[in-house]
């Protein structure tokens, strides 16, 4: 574990008890003579927002996100929008919006294309329709408030792990990422794709929909290729390196045409988090962030808790914020703890948790504002 990213968790333990949503009494503690968090915080807009990509079907985890101090939530509309016509598009993205605010949750961002994309991103017959729907569906969020869209670029495998669950520390289940492990399952049914056809459907897609989401205030956060690596199972994998994503915003210049910045595959790719954060954040570039941690390359790397991998997060939250980033940032994959059973891999309950007390922990330490 880094040094100071132990200092800022302790410090984080600390502030999270002094600023729980019961009395501080409750602990056996003094009230705090200083501002709770919330009061401090600066308005609306000049804060880091720390969101959750938990839905509202589950009652549970929405009370957990109030109880952990979490008002903001990831959101997806893909499954909502697939089988209506664009005309009901407004008023179904509108539902949602009212049905995440009745239990006390504001969308931060779309996650994950917000219409079906795979055409677009392989290059297949029917790819129009689908830029059509997205074109809709932009509009559609743009008329609702919703500003951020977190999209990526992966044609046929979204992001992918050799071992879903791998014992990590204390017997926790992680993921790891194998290269070789991967390969040898052989290509995929799409068959060989070059980079050429990549950037081509990419080119296609950033030309038709980011002109649109300009005009609808919404902007384009591109999730980098996970893992980042040239080719896996014969698809060239083009969104694996800060030179690509210069390539994408040369192609459709627009101050809609941004970056999720997710610092684990950043960190895999061998990019300067910090420089990268300084470079985007001052261009208005960074509108998403993603906080997961990691131990080892891109062709063979581990997931791991927030505080034991290789990132330090003090550093790069600081940069992130003198440079400006003032969007959503959620934690991305975190291990299945203890007690945890039939849940997604990566998106368990008290590993959530315990990496939002983590990053309220580092934010804390350094006093940057969040809500």
């Not at 089988?83 to 179904?92: C, E, L, M, R, T």
């Not at 989401?213 to 384009?220: D, I, N, P, R, T």
């Not at 990496?355 to 504002?369: C, D, F, H, Q």
Request: proline share 6%; with cysteine; hydrophobic share 40%.
């Amino acid at each position: 574990m880094l040094k100071s990213n132990r200092r800022d968790y302790l410090q984080g333990v600390l502030a999270t008890m002094a600023t729980a949503a019961a009395a501080p009494s409750a602990f056996g503690l003094p009230q705090a003579s200083q501002p709770g968090p919330n009061e401090r915080h600066s308005p609306k807009g000049k804060q880091i927002t720390l969101s959750l990509i938990w839905g509202i079907r589950d009652p549970h985890r929405v009370k957990i996100s109030e109880q952990i101090g979490v008002t903001h939530a990831i959101a997806g509309t893909s499954e909502m929008l697939r089988n209506i016509p664009h005309s009901q598009y407004a008023d179904s993205i509108a539902k949602l919006k009212a049905d995440y605010e009745a239990v006390g949750l504001e969308i931060a961002a779309i996650e994950s294309h917000p219409v079906d994309a795979n055409k677009i991103k392989l290059g297949l017959p029917g790819r129009d329709e689908e830029i059509a729907n997205y074109i809709a569906a932009i509009e559609a969020l743009g008329k609702n408030g919703i500003d951020v869209v977190c999209y990526d670029f992966m044609a046929g495998i979204d992001w992918y792990r050799s071992n879903l669950h791998l014992p990590g520390r204390g017997g926790c289940s992680t993921m790891d990422f194998d290269i070789a492990t991967a390969q040898a399952l052989g290509v995929t049914r799409w068959g060989q794709i070059s980079a050429e056809k990549m950037w081509g459907n990419m080119e296609y897609f950033l030309k038709a929909v980011i002109p649109v989401a300009e005009k609808a205030g919404v902007k384009m956060a591109l999730h980098p290729d996970d893992p980042p690596v040239p080719n896996l199972r014969g698809i060239s994998r083009i969104i694996i390196s800060a030179d690509a994503y210069r390539r994408v915003m040369r192609i459709a210049p627009s101050p809609s045409n941004g970056v999720t910045f997710e610092m684990a595959v950043f960190h895999l790719m061998g990019e300067d988090l910090k420089a990268l954060a300084r470079e985007w954040g001052r261009g208005n570039k960074i509108f998403y962030a993603h906080c997961r941690n990691v131990k080892g390359t891109r062709n063979h790397f581990v997931e791991t808790f927030q505080d034991n991998g290789e990132i330090d997060f003090g550093e790069v939250f600081q940069v992130l914020y003198n440079s400006g980033f003032r969007g959503p940032l959620r934690p991305d994959h975190d291990p299945i703890m203890d007690g945890e059973t039939q849940v997604e891999p990566g998106y368990g309950e008290t590993g959530k948790i315990f990496a939002i007390g983590y990053i309220k922990g580092v934010l804390e330490s350094r006093r940057i504002p969040y809500v």
